[in-house]
T-cell receptor, first 116, second 112 residues
Framework: EPEVTQTPSHQVTQMGQEVILRCVPI?????FYWYRQILGQKVEFLVS????????KSEIFDDQFSVERPDGSNFTLKIRSTKLEDSAMYFC??????????????FGDGTRLSIL | GDSVTQMEGPVTLSEEAFLTINCTYT??????LFWYVQYPGEGLQLLLK?????DKGSNKGFEATYRKETTSFHLEKGSVQVSDSAVYFC???????????FGSGTRLLVRP
């Protein structure tokens, strides 16, 4: 069964450094998402992306965050200047259609980001 | 705003016991409802879904019925196995939004 793959599985970065988290969505999917889960807290929506632009973002997704689909397969999340509170598990997801088509989101295994 | 509330865990059961994990939601529209499962060291996997009132989602022996009158989507399984040990997340997506809103997750531990 096709799956969403994320790399790396664990990223350790110094505070203030830039970090890029990478995802390869399922190949025929058109909608892409990032979520995060701070330890002990709920899974929170960050951003959705369709047709090479952001379709929705949360208040968490401020100017420090950006997303990109640099080629036909990868989908990346960049944090420009990391803060301690960015430490979390980051999940990428993709779906074939949007909510109106009732197509579910499929998730990767996550990247654990640790900011020192 | 929209929200999902799940019962606190952990839930500890013996093998072959009956499972219920409660989930209630608050939404302004008519959401779709989901249960996701996270096995140790893995990502979130869709377990089942329901898109309108009175729909029943089912998969791998798990069931949940979309109850609009009680705004609930409780997860049930008649006989759990050790391999069902995982964290279970209830989630909704509302009309006009791309995002999933998750509950806090309920850890299930099944003992042999």
């Amino acid at each position: 069964e096709p799956e969403v793959t994320q790399t790396p599985s664990h990223q350790v970065t110094q505070m203030g450094q830039e970090v890029i988290l990478r995802c390869v969505p399922i190949s025929n999917h058109l909608y892409f998402y990032w979520y995060r889960q701070i330890l002990g807290q709920k899974v929170e929506f960050l951003v959705s992306f369709y047709n090479n632009e952001i379709s929705e973002k949360s208040e968490i997704f401020d100017d420090q965050f950006s997303v990109e689909r640099p080629d036909g397969s990868n989908f990346t999340l960049k944090i420009r200047s990391t803060k301690l509170e960015d430490s979390a598990m980051y999940f990428c997801a993709s779906s074939e259609g949007d909510r109106l088509s009732n197509q579910p989101q499929h998730f990767g295994d996550g990247t654990r980001l640790s900011i020192l | 705003g929209d929200s999902v509330t799940q019962m606190e865990g952990p839930v500890t059961l013996s093998e072959e016991a009956f499972l219920t994990i409660n989930c209630t939601y608050t939404a302004t529209g008519y959401p779709s409802l989901f249960w996701y499962v996270q096995y140790p060291g893995e990502g979130l996997q869709l377990l089942l879904k329901a898109t309108k009132a009175d729909d029943k989602g089912s998969n791998k022996g798990f069931e949940a019925t979309y109850r609009k009158e009680t705004t609930s989507f409780h997860l049930e399984k008649g006989s759990v196995q050790v391999s069902d040990s995982a964290v279970y997340f209830c989630a909704l997506s509302d009309a006009g939004s791309y995002k999933l809103i998750f509950g806090s997750g309920t850890r299930l531990l099944v003992r042999p």
